[in-house]
């Protein structure tokens, strides 16, 4: 009996040592905050290519690809994105039954949420292409954005058939409770956020109207009408902002069932069409130049556990530990644009990556409480095992309660240190603006944020201007440019 | 260290699987320090993943060129066809050099010996500034040549992708044109098609 608890309290201190070791070497979320917010990201991305390289995981690299791109290093920040998506096909392509799984599924069933490894959200997934599509824009890449927004609509469809399922099973097998999020436990910090009217408003946790309007704008320069349409359309269906937006960037198409010809800029550097008859046709060349504007501000929330007391018939109040953003969205400073004489430029906020993560986790929150509950009555369970089998020797039986207590605090610590592993894509902004418009050849645009603001002369010979604009914090706006 | 209880067998249960699922499971993307490299046949079929591959870029080129050899454009002209490649667009989901497609048909082509090829939009730039230094030896006029095509080669790839749970389907459609710029005529046209399936095993690691 004695060896037996030995051996147990051996592997339970034995683990729970490796997992603090392991889980403190990754940047911890408020550093990441910090930094971010504060407009210095030189230590952080040195910190975060250390982690990357270490853990390979999609999460640091979809952290260090995003704080690339903050920092205009395009093709670094595309690598990343690129190993974050080489992870996440591995994952998907793995066996229907595997041992990983398996793993991850007792592990998260038995002990902690941390058990169960990271890869993404359906929003996430999704905004890997929206954001890497940046990148290849701002490389001018057209065609390599392009590929990326149809990555984009792949994945949402992928998304689909892949959460769709899970959260219709759950709802067919689960009893009736938690049908909103009013009856989700008094002490969840995360009650009135979901019973929000914009996150329940949501059409679903997925599709944002922002990859979308984006992905028409792309597709439109990389030549493909017909696709820039479809886009278009699904933005204007998912938000009215959307529509607000091609009111105002393509008046001529946003009213009409599909794009016009004439409406496509040729793409740079492209020289008159290949195939024309003879007889050169000579091209007017309009007095106004197109501005899109792109731009981010503030900081999507960061997922955490919070510890929750409910009450269980039969067994009475227990604490299970619930998925839970426990750092908020930072919603950051307005963003302003304006044209030739301070004349404003719409910005139409299409993202808030807060309303998604929230989506996506009151979706899942059936199956989160089912979980938790069986976390905390397994964790009893083990230290009520600890307790009767000590209790049953004569040689223990004066020490049942404390190894009872012990064991039981081993399981909590163990968990509580796994719970460090639970994180989101945490360098997302929480808003994404899209504006577009004409404005007179040669004019300035000024992009202001807070305290800080930016001119662009643009350049005459340029069919159009697409501006990147990001707000780290009220005193550090990035800006950059690509002329087509 | 026996582990004779149900309760000690549980923990060790669990925590083996925290173990291989904690701090985001087993690492993935990465060649071990124990990786070795070996040369292998470039022309040896290449099934690694269901994306655009090296096999798929060798079939396409060998498939187009021997169909556009075979047309009456190129087999009967009295004199070798001058042609110039024009681009050939990606409209698939991945990033595909098509640069790779074009430059691989021009190769063979001109292995052929029955075309001409005349500088692209690629080497256009390279081959102007090449003149340009020897603008006083010669006049620009005299180069009739680079601008008299007789043909121009275009083209297009395409992808539909599907997936189920356990199926993986990608079709790829590449076609080129070739196209008389005076005319606008298209006179040649031919797709290569490429299926591949991937299924996912049942059970696995």
Redesign the interface.
Known sequence: MA??????T???CS?FA??SG??AS?VPTDEIRAAILSGEVDDLEKRLEETHEE???M?TALNLARVRQMDGRWADSARAFD?AL??L???E????????AL??G???F???R?????FGAGYERSLLHTFNALNYLMLGDI??A??EI??M??RQA?WL?ESQARIEKILENKEKVYDSPEELPQGYSMREILSDEAVRGLVNNYQDAFSYALGAVLLRLA??LQ?AGVNMRRAMTLDDKAGRFFEQAWPAAAGGASLKRRDVPPLPGK?PD?????GKRTRKRPDTQEVTIIGFTGLAPSLGVENVRIWVPVVGHILIDLPAYTQRAVPGSTLLASGPARKQIALHPLLRTDLLAYRTLWDSMRAEAGFAVSRAV?RA??AA??Y??AKSNSATRDYAEIIGSL?MLF?DL?AQS?SS?VRNWETLPNTGYLAGTRVPRGAEVTIASGGSEQRIILPEEAQGIIILATEMSAANLKVYHVTY | ????????A?????????????????????VSGDGEVVYEDPQAEETV?THWGSTDLQTTAESLTQSLLASRWIKDASAQPKIRL??V????????DTKGITDKIRIMLLRSGLVRFLAD?ANLDAVFAERDLTETATRRGANKLLADTDY?I?GTVRSI?K????V?DVYYQVSLEL?D????E?VWADEKEIRKL?T??????
């Not at chain 1, 066996?95 to 990983?100: D, Q």
């Not at chain 2, 996912?200 to 690691?205: A, H, L, Q, S």
């Open positions: 060896r037996c608890i030995t051996a147990t051996f592997l339970v683990l490796g997992f392991g889980c990754r853990y390979s995981e999460v190993e080489a992870i096909e591995e994952y392509s793995r066996a229907l039954v595997n041992i990983r793993a991850s007792a592990g998260t038995l002990l902690s941390g058990a169960e490894s990271y065609p390599g392009a590929a149809r990555r609509e792949q992928f058939e030549g493909d696709a020289r290949a195939v024309s008859p003879a397994s369970g083990i095992g600890a009767l089998v064991t399981l163990t796994m592993s | 260290m026996t582990l004779k209880h149900p309760a000690a549980l923990v060790a249960l669990a925590l083996f699987a925290m173990q291989l699922t904690a701090c985001g499971g087993p690492r993935t993307g990465r993943t024009r681009e667009r990606n409209f698939t989901d991945e990033h595909i939009d121009i275009t992708r997936r189920t749970k356990t993986g196209t710029p005076q005319s606008g298209i991937t996912k095993p049942t059970i696995g690691w």
